[in-house]
């Protein structure tokens, strides 16, 4: 196993040492050594933004802490859930008496640790509201969007409800278009190849050489079709055509966010982005934000993921808003 890495089991340790090394202005450590929150929590107090999940997503999660976006998050280990304790300290650390919105991915061990995180919250006074994303439209069918995982869509609901915190809004309004931004949203993704958790030192799952895995999940979940590997004109439209047959996006505007798995080449991101760009004005859908590039990672995984999110005119107005992280910056129009 060739990584750049000291000891296998301090990764995520050591990690998070150089991610604050690196970017003092944006996130700041806690009590808590799992657990970082914005480096300018000051200002007119607001709803607190909290996300959370396991290391070896980068840049997510920590890196869309930023104004504009989350307030805090917690870190688990690679491909794990933070503890109930790591969520409790977030929202302590997020919450500045309006509440906080805690804004997640559908995995199971992250569903048990906040319902307890949210009790402790509770007795602290403490009023935490929740958004479970479940954007990954392979993973279940549509008759069965609580059994669906949370992937790259959930950067657009961090955005919306960053955006809206950040205009005074209150809880219940965060949490509202918190889930509108994740129910106008659905992905995909494509594997290539496998991924090696530094702590195991071998592949955690196979993807056979001249093989590419569809739907394939953030952690190697099976997907819903293994195929020979395609162009990329074939990829985008295999993606698409799986989204667009799971939500209806005929005629209007959406955001498009094209992301590597972590070891696919940007170049190759932005040729599949062409094709997708391409293929949804011949339907008469126009992207009207575009992002392209590694936003939702997993590890040194081979592939690329798709989403699409439908966007009405408040939604359209909060991805527009200013935000600055590591993941993503927007200046603002």
């Known amino acids: ?13 050591d990690s998070l040492a150089g991610v604050l090394a690196a970017h003092p202005d944006l996130l700041a450590a806690t009590e808590h050594p799992r657990v970082l929150r ?4 000051g200002g007119t107090p607001r709803v607190g933004v909290v996300t959370g999940g396991g290391s070896g997503h980068e840049p997510a999660f920590l890196g869309y802490v930023g104004p504009g976006l989350c307030d805090a998050v917690a870190i688990g280990e690679v491909f794990a859930s933070p503890t109930a304790k790591s969520f409790h300290a977030a929202f302590r650390e997020a919450d500045q008496g309006r509440g906080v919105a805690c ?9 048990m640790n906040v319902k307890m995180a949210v009790k402790l919250a509770a007795k602290d006074g403490i009023r935490v509201e929740t958004v479970v994303a479940n ?21 657009m609901m961090w955005k919306a409800g960053g955006a809206l915190s950040a205009e005074g809004a209150d809880l219940e309004q965060v949490i509202a278009v918190s889930r509108k931004a994740i129910d106008s949203t659905r992905s995909i993704g494509i594997g290539l190849s496998a991924c090696t958790i ?5 592949p955690n799952f196979t993807i056979e050489a001249g093989t590419m895995e569809v739907g394939i999940g953030h ?5 819903i079709a293994v195929l020979p590997v395609a162009p990329a004109r074939e990829m985008a439209a295999i993606m698409l055509e799986k989204i667009l047959a799971d939500m209806e996006f005929g005629g209007e505007n959406v955001a498009v966010l094209v992301s590597g798995l972590g070891a696919t080449p940007l170049m190759e991101l932005y040729l599949l982005y062409g094709h997708v760009d391409e293929m949804l004005r011949a339907r008469n859908i126009t992207p009207t934000h575009r992002f392209v590039g590694n936003y939702f990672t997993s590890l040194e995984m081979m592939g690329v993921s798709l989403t699409l999110t439908r966007l ?19 200046l603002g129009s």
């Open 219 to 223: 952690h190697g979940e099976h997907g």
């Open 312 to 330: 009405d005119g408040e939604l359209d107005r909060l991805l527009r808003a200013p935000a600055r992280s590591i993941g993503l910056t927007v």
């Open 38 to 41: 914005r480096a300018d929590m």
């Open 103 to 111: 804004l997640y991915g559908n995995y199971a061990g992250d569903n």
């Open 135 to 155: 954007d990954d439209c392979a993973s279940a069918p549509p008759d069965q969007p609580e059994n669906r995982r949370g992937v790259a869509g959930e950067i």
């Open 1 to 13: 196993m060739n990584r750049v890495i000291n000891d296998p089991d301090r990764v995520t340790e």
């Open 198 to 202: 530094p702590a195991n030192g071998k």
